[in-house]
């Protein structure tokens, strides 16, 4: 086994041991009127998985085969702007219609890139720095006409997944535990939804990704 590969495997038991931790921290039954020595503990085990997170962020930096940590960063609020545009563009849109299905279809959508922006910000954040966003292109389809709208969407999706996978290109991914390689899963499920909403709701045929 590589040294590359002995830390990410590190890096996987301690974000396991960590994400453990985590778990008991948020359970009810451990956490509700707890005693004084209980509180002792669950204190530790906070300052625990505080310690491990951050040995977890040394490791990924390890393991970014020499890329700077701003680089990485720089290349996450990319990232986290197309999602802040994903999350208004994607009410605005729900907004603008009637259909209550195609409403609350957009709406899902704009919650799953809500999830996405959480992600990427907490990211952003395990690096030790403030995440910066502000809205970009949003704006750039304000056609209420659904066949038009939802076009403009998949081609928005598809940027996202084309900026993951420029970052996999540049080695990018190494730094953050394949996470760009899971975002592009979840982007691919945005497309094929649209393209159902595409065929319901504004056109009689599929529609192919540009």
């Not at 505080?50 to 085969?65: G, H, R, S, V």
Request: with cysteine.
């Amino acid at each position: 086994m590589s040294i590359n590969d002995t830390l990410k495997k590190l890096k996987e038991d301690l974000a396991k041991t960590a994400a453990d931790i985590n778990t008991s921290l948020a359970d009810p039954s451990i956490t509700k009127e707890i005693e004084v020595p209980g509180q002792k503990s669950l204190d530790l085990l906070a300052e625990v998985q505080n310690n491990l997170q951050q040995m977890i962020t040394k490791l990924d930096a390890k393991l970014a085969k020499g890329i700077p940590t701003s680089r990485v960063v720089d290349f996450l609020n990319e990232l986290l702007e197309t999602e802040y545009d994903a999350i208004f563009s994607y009410s605005y849109h729900a907004l603008s219609v009637e259909d209550k299905q195609l409403k609350k279809e957009l709406l899902d959508l704009g919650y799953m890139e809500m999830r996405h922006f959480e992600l990427i910000r907490d990211k952003i954040v395990s690096f030790g720095v403030e995440p910066k966003w502000k809205l970009t292109k949003y704006m750039d389809c304000t056609s209420t006409e659904p066949i038009e709208f939802l076009r403009w969407h998949l081609k928005a999706e598809q940027a996202a997944i084309d900026l993951c996978k420029d970052g996999i290109a540049e080695g990018l991914d190494d730094a953050l535990g394949g996470f760009l390689k899971e975002t592009i899963k979840d982007e691919e499920g945005h497309i094929k939804w649209l393209k159902e909403l595409i065929e319901r709701f504004g056109s009689a045929s599929p529609l192919k990704a540009d």
